[in-house]
């Protein structure tokens, strides 16, 4: 089984710059991407209980009902930003594919 991106942020930096080649793309576009904001010490990583880390490698998928209510938590956010107009609907953002703008 090939390394992934949450067992490399578990790793060492030493081991880290040594397993670095072993992520796949996708594996690396996850650290830039869905993980970039996450960072442990060395320390934190020292002090991690094996469940810890388990929960930490295998997270808890969302169910429909969270999917949809963080949607449209995020539908909604952008709208107060202006990256959507006022009188766009949570079904029209959903039906063009959740863009980021309204272009």
């Known amino acids: 089984m090939a390394l992934t991106a949450r067992e490399w942020l578990l790793l060492p930096k030493d081991e880290q710059r040594e397993r670095g080649e072993e992520l796949s793309s996708e594996e690396c576009r996850k650290l830039r991407m869905e993980l970039s904001e996450i960072y442990f010490t060395e320390e934190e990583k020292r002090q991690m209980t094996e469940e810890q880390k388990y929960n930490f490698t295998h997270p808890k998928e969302m169910t429909l009902e969270e999917k949809e209510k963080r949607a449209k938590t995020d ?29």
């Open 75 to 103: 539908f909604e956010r952008m709208k107060q930003w202006g990256l959507l107009p006022e009188e766009a609907t949570y079904e029209e953002w959903m039906l063009r594919g959740c863009p980021l703008n309204w272009d």
